[in-house]
């Protein structure tokens, strides 16, 4: 049985800083994901990385605020956002896939999502 299971849900005032946690059960995948979906809005890529951790990608908007990495040893996917904006509010999702993209279509398996909410 495969699970995703995310961790830190959070309320922080702008300019704060949260971190993420995506725990991962049932097999070891290639890459993660963390996407994020706001009310009314379509769920978007945020950041990406792959097995050995060396590669990374992130979405403009989050560029040099937030920060993915794993743990291999305990299969756990991290996601540190500093510099924290009101409209980083979302639901935020952890995914796996075993491709590299930024697609949520070829992400097979999803963590149910955690609530950030960040005031103003």
């Known amino acids: 049985q495969v699970s995703l299971v995310e961790s830190g849900v959070g309320l922080v005032q702008a300019g704060g800083s949260l971190r993420l946690s995506c725990a991962a059960s049932?097999?070891?995948?290639?890459?993660y994901g963390w996407f994020r979906q706001a009310p009314g809005k379509e769920r978007n890529f945020v950041a990406s990385?792959?097995?050995?951790?060396?590669?990374?990608n992130y979405a403009d908007s989050v560029k040099g605020r937030f920060t993915i990495s794993r743990d291999n040893a305990r299969d756990t996917v991290f996601l540190q956002m500093n510099s924290l904006k009101p409209e980083d509010t979302a639901v935020y999702y952890c995914?796996?896939?075993?491709?590299?993209?930024?697609?949520?279509?070829?992400?097979?398996?999803w963590g149910q999502g955690t609530q950030v909410t960040v005031s103003s």
């Open positions: 990385i792959s097995r050995s951790g060396a590669d990374t």
């Open positions: 049932g097999r070891t995948f290639g890459r």
């Open positions: 995914a796996a896939a075993s491709i590299t993209t930024m697609d949520l279509r070829y992400y097979d398996y």
